[in-house]
């Protein structure tokens, strides 16, 4: 694969599909923010075990006077969702109705997008490949086959029309055959029809309450009706020769800055040496020992994130805790998250980097009869207490791995990118951005290259320190001298996740890469 140019816009996407329903819209004059909806809504239909209509999303924008905002469309827990309703129970299920505990939000920030004046195209059109792809059939990728294979056990004995649409032969589907998702075509018709805000309040909203409440998911018509998209500020960092910016909490965002922040304050000279991996494996840990301790709903802490970014006394002292020569052990329990990260940008300066998910592979594993909707379990992930960490609040934001990272360069570039990957999503940010950005490696290379995992990320459960094929032998050698857990994983795969990424040059143009790992394209006009 190679890097891909453009000169009036660019849309990257880890399903190619997906990819060209936006550099269509871009084609036909629309906006980056719309080409991104066509994007999302295209995936729904073609990468439904990574990400649909009934989890949540994430939005961070570069509009063309400079000015940079992000939209979170992330539920709250449902009101019934409390400590009792759980009695009995060590921690939240991860599949089945008690799973499916929390508003789904990306459909709320696709409205909060298209609202910008400079979208006017119609959302039939925005949703035209979608509907089609769902009502027509999309063949089973590879991946997706492996997921359904693997996962079909758990999922089909879900309540709900998972193995109707999924295993329709009474088996899971293999790779090559036709996915046909006709309730969900329909529900994307009905949004075209009626609006976006039917999912919450309009006809829409009244199916899907009956399905939830018929499936045992305390969700009701009430907690959609009552749903809202936030704007909070992005937070952002100073590195050497950028600014970068993320989502504030409920997302890893924080995490994402400040292991870039902790790495521009350490020696590497070489990309993929032992400096660069160990260094930002180690600046990793201390990321996630504070992402751990204090992210989650902003109404339920009051640490002061950005100011922790923009105190240049407090990073130097939190990089000096970094050991340039000796892992610091790490028992840390893993998180977990599968996504689809997208991006988009327009001839008239907007970039956007987006990132929505259903949290595992079919969220919940409860498909809504009357809708075709998947939805998330993004609220497995609160902990059964009174008080704390991500405790279980009715109307609380759960904890997200999710967070769509952007880079403002000193000399003009602009740059999306992101990745699926639960924990492993700051780090592999982290891998592309440092050998794009601090080592002028080609963009396209900065993604293909062999990459890292600290913990777990899609398809497993281990703490190791995970490393695929192709980096110097010696590599591993140092860094099992080092102290740390290395295992090696074999060839790239999507273990490591789906990353993406596009720049918008100062002097006009765009490049973009997608990884060879999904099934994805970078395409521009």
Known sequence: MQTVTAQNGIATAPHHLAAQAGRDVLAEGGTAL?????????LSAVYPHMTGIGGDGFWLIREPDGRLHAIHGVGGAAASADLS???GLDAVPQRGPLAANTVAGTVSAWEAALADPACTLPLDR??????????????????????????GEELR????????????????LAEGDVLRQPALAETLRTLAREGLASFYTGSLAARLAEDLAELGSPVSAADLAAHAVSRPAPLSVPITGARLFNTAPPTQGFASLLILALFDRLQADAPDGFDHVHGLVEATKQAFLLRDAHVGDLSFTDFDFQGLLADPDALDALAARIDPAKALPWPQPPQWGDTCWFAAADGEGRVVSCIQSTYFEFGSGLVLPQTGITWQNRGSSFRLAEEGWNALKPGRKPFHTLNPAMALFDDGRIMAYGTMGGEG????????????????????????APRWLLGRTWGDVTTSLKLEDGFDPALYTALEAAGHDVERVGPPSAMMGHAGALVRLPEGGFAGASDPRSDGAALGW
């Open 157 to 172: 004995s879900q309540p709900g029309a998972y193995a109707d649409i999924f295993e329709p032969e009474g088996r899971p």
């Open 425 to 448: 999503q700051p780090q592999t940010q982290a891998a592309l951005f440092t050998r794009y950005a601090r080592y002028g490696v080609d963009l396209q290379e900065a993604i293909s």
């Open 85 to 87: 309703l759980y009695a």
């Open 126 to 151: 925005l949703l035209r490949d979608a509907i089609v792809h769902a009502e027509t059939g999309v063949a089973v990728t590879a991946g997706g086959a492996g997921i359904a294979q693997t996962k």
């Open 34 to 42: 719309e080409a991104c909806v066509a994007i999302a809504a295209t």
